[in-house]
């Protein structure tokens, strides 16, 4: 079974600073995606960014990148120039494909408070 | 405007009453889920079902139960079996189940048990 571990419960940042959040995972298998998705105040969960494993190169969007470390089973999230918007919890998940469909595997998430 | 409507957004049950759960969604998406969210836990998934009339469990399915009867709705039953429910449910869809295709989430219904 895979399990994914974010270690920062809470984090804070200064406006307008860059902040990194972290996520670990354990799986045997070879082909698998990555997400980071944000759940803000209204608790509505919003896709931030997602990785594929057979790419190398790192995703991003926006203010938001990546730094997959496959080999270590890592996969960081960097916010740049932070904004106050940014402040909710963010997940990072796992998901294979399986013949009776994908699955999702959640972190235990972080949360991030932006202060002004 | 296409989406994913969660109903009723708080919802209150006494100990032993079945309860059931709206997800409904126009993004004529195959796949549906439903998740747990417990404070400092990530989501949790229930049940699945990636085509109507076809579902699967999930890790914590024991005391839900699921129907799906059609492709825009995926109903879920908190039955008395389950002894904790009080929790925050998310249900969620994306196009087929391909591990490429992000799944999209309602806004969560709050279930309360007095």
């Known amino acids: 079974a895979q399990t994914v571990t974010q270690s920062q419960p809470e984090m804070s940042v200064q406006e307008a600073e860059t902040v990194t959040l972290s996520c670990t995972y354990d799986t045997s298998e070879s082909n698998y995606y990555l997400f980071w998705y944000k759940q803000p105040p209204s608790r509505q969960m919003i896709l931030v960014i997602r990785?594929?494993?057979?790419?190398?190169q790192n995703a991003t969007e926006n203010r938001f990148s990546v730094n997959f470390q496959k080999a270590a089973k890592s996969f960081s999230l960097k916010i740049s120039d932070s904004q106050l918007g940014d402040t909710a919890m963010y997940f990072c998940?796992?998901?294979?494909?399986?013949?009776?469909?994908?699955?999702?595997?959640f972190g235990e998430g972080t949360q991030l408070t932006v202060n002004p | 405007d296409g989406g994913i409507t969660q109903s009723p957004k708080y919802l209150f049950r006494k100990e032993g009453q079945n309860v059931t759960l709206s997800c409904e969604q126009n993004?004529?998406?195959?796949?549906m889920y439903w998740y747990r969210q417990d404070p400092g836990q990530g989501l949790r998934l229930i049940y699945y079902?990636?085509?109507?009339?076809?579902?699967q469990k999930g890790d914590i399915a024991e005391g839900y139960s699921v129907s799906r009867e059609k492709k825009e709705s995926f109903p879920l039953t908190v039955t008395s079996a389950q002894k904790n429910p009080t929790a925050f449910y998310l249900c969620a869809s994306n196009w087929d189940g391909s591990s490429y295709n992000e799944q999209f989430f309602g806004p969560g219904t709050r279930l309360t048990v007095l």
């Open positions: 998940a796992f998901m294979k494909q399986e013949t009776s469909g994908s699955r999702l595997t």
């Open positions: 993004l004529n998406h195959d796949a």
């Open positions: 079902s990636q085509i109507v009339n076809d579902f």
């Open positions: 990785q594929e494993a057979y790419k190398q």
